[in-house]
Every structure is written in C-alpha cells, then in structure tokens.
C-alpha cells in the first residue's frame, strides 16, 4: 500500500477521493492549499476539511501558497482581462500551483504519489506518456482543467473519481458518513467574491482602461462600454444596447479601446491559432502533418472534430470541419484523441470565419 497527498478544498469530491483512498488500505494525509494570506476562498475551506479529516481519521496540514497563487494566477488574470483576453486561471493554477505544492507535500512527508477529486483520469498511452483521460459523467468532466499538468506530474498523480458520476459520489460521501456529503459545488472563480468579475478588477488596478466605443462589424458607433475588461466573447447580456435583434461581443481591441458586436452568425469561427502548445499523451508531432483530434475550446464544450497542424514556430492551426462558436482569445483549445484522452493544448490568440 501506498502513502498519498490527498489535496482536500473542503468539498465533497476531495472527501470522497480521501475516502476511498483510505477504504483500499493507503495510507492517506489531507493537504489544503490556502492561496489566501487572510480569509478562505472557495477552492481552500480549511474548516470543512478538517472536518473530513476528523471523519476519516487521517492526519491533516495546511499549507500557504498565497504568495504563488497571487503571482501565477491573479497577477496575470488581471493582465489579461486587461488587455481584452478571457484567461482560465483555473487551468494555470493546477499546474503552476496545486500540483507544485501538493508534490512538495509529498517530498516532505515521504509519499509516493498525490491525489485530488477531479473527476478525470491518468493513462498511458501507447507510446508511453501520461496523459489525461475524460471522466465518466461528461456533465462533471474536468480532464480540459487538467491540460497543462506536465508528465514528471501526472507518473505521480491519482485520480479516484474518473469512473464515477455526481450522484454516485453522492452517495458514496452519504455512506463513508463524511460532513460534507451534501455541500454545494462551487462554480465561480475562487478568489473572485463579487458578482461582476469587473468590480473586482477595477478593485484590484489602479488605472483600469477607461469606457470606449462599441461598434457594429461596419465600425459603426452603438454606444459606450465600461471597459473591456467587463467584457468576453460571445456575451450578450449586460450590454446595455437597445436593438432590434440580439448582439453579442464578437471581438474586442484593445489597442483602440473598442468592442464590436454582431448577431449570432458573427461568433462562428472556422480556424484557430494557438500558441504556448504542450503536448501530453504523444510527442509533437511532425510540422505541417495533420493531427485529426476532437477540441474544445472551454471547460464545458462538448468538442468539435478538427485537424491540428504543428507549425515550425511550435504553434498550432486547428481548422474545423464544423465551426465552434465564440472561441475567445485566452483561453486554452485542448486536443483529444477517439479514446478521450488528451493529446495536447494550446493557448487560443486568434480565430478566423
């Protein structure tokens, strides 16, 4: 049997993994990474977790990453809602701080691996990386959230809930009598505690860009925005324009502190460039050779079947053979194979009709 990090945030999903862990025989110690110098954010609830812990009888230590989390998540979210981008901290946060410290953890204590409660999974492929495979339910899937994690991270990774449902956890925390078997999931960014991600930029920036102009596709003048930091592709609503037909943001440039919008139509996008590509379940492969893959181009896509090609300056072109709508520059694209299984991802700069 195995010692594992169990990085617990207070939920039930990192409870269950906890209590299934300990149900095989391991040896399980509870970790909460506190990103906060002060006060509790949705992703650390020290106070639920030490409840599981109690529940389960396992020893439990909280570590501070404030500081990492402040320079590799926050500081750069603000950088780029900023500069017009829709940036996924949540993806760059697991790499670049949970799985940093959950691994350092396990230095410490001596542990051969560490797990938390997304539901995906950790495979090998055929040519022998690690990659991450979609969880069962497709209506909880987190393998898109775990895209950047790299493969000295994933040969030490557990996932326990990849074959499970929602519900089937559930009811799995009911039976191990966990405290927190019926605690709400939490959907919203964790250190982001006011309703508009935009009044918690402008608290957080001294001189945010100030309003400028929304315009149709003509550039024709529609009226004033609050700053485009407030603003991400495909929004319709909060606008704040009388019309006659529904519009949407479909692009958004900075340089001249402007805003278009469209109707539907205006969204679709047939290609896509990335850039910052990493690849998981294969080695890169040869520019110019088309990659067939299924890609989403957020959390919650379903994935459209695409051709990817390796360019010699290591970005990727993605063309569709149905187009995705509203592929918003900053977020990640991320490549999956037939099996679900991850191929690789990119960071999403430009998208054409």
């Known amino acids: 049997m195995a010692r594992i990090i169990v990085g617990l945030s207070g939920g039930v999903d990192s409870a269950v993994a906890a209590g299934l862990l300990k149900a095989a025989g391991h040896e399980v110690i509870g970790v909460t990474l506190r990103t906060w110098q002060a006060g509790t954010s949705r992703c650390c609830r020290i106070d639920d977790a030490q409840k599981t812990t109690a529940a389960l009888g396992i020893p439990y230590h909280v570590m501070n990453c404030s500081s990492d989390f402040q320079e590799f998540v926050e500081a750069p979210f603000l950088t780029d809602r900023l500069r017009g981008l829709t940036p996924n901290p949540c993806v760059v946060c697991n790499f670049a701080v949970k799985w940093k410290w959950l691994l350092r953890a396990a230095a410490h204590f001596q542990a051969d691996a560490v ?9 090998v492929t055929e040519s022998g990386h690690h990659t991450v495979k979609a969880g069962k339910d497709p209506k909880k899937d987190q393998s898109y959230m775990l895209c950047r994690l790299t493969q000295e991270q994933l040969r030490r990774t557990i996932l326990p809930l990849g074959r499970l449902t929602k519900s ?15 605690t709400p999931d939490s959907q919203e960014l964790c250190f982001v505690n006011e309703e508009d991600p935009g ?14 102009s929304f315009v149709d596709q003509e550039g024709k003048p529609l009226g004033t925005h609050r700053g485009i930091y407030r603003y991400t592709i495909g929004q319709r609503r909060g606008l704040g324009i009388p019309a006659g037909e529904r519009l949407y943001v479909s692009s958004i440039s900075p340089e001249c502190n402007e805003i278009t919008l469209g109707d539907a139509a205006s969204l679709l996008r047939y290609a896509l460039v990335c850039r910052d590509v990493q690849w998981m379940g294969i080695a890169p492969p040869e520019p110019g050779t088309p990659l067939p893959a299924l890609v989403k181009i957020r959390s919650h896509h379903e994935g459209v079947r695409a051709l990817v090609f ?6 990727v072109r993605i063309r569709f053979g149905t187009p995705v709508r509203a592929p918003a520059p900053g977020q990640f694209a991320v490549f999956y194979d037939d099996a679900g299984r991850i191929l690789g991802s990119g960071v999403i700069t430009e998208s054409f009709p």
């Open 199 to 212: 009044d918690y930029i402008e608290d957080h920036t001294e001189h945010p860009p100030g309003p400028g």
């Open 115 to 123: 797990a938390t409660g997304h539901y995906a999974e950790v495979t």
């Open 168 to 182: 089937e956890v559930r009811a799995l925390a009911a039976r191990l009598e966990l405290p927190v078997a019926e």
């Open 310 to 315: 390796r360019s010699e300056q290591d970005l």
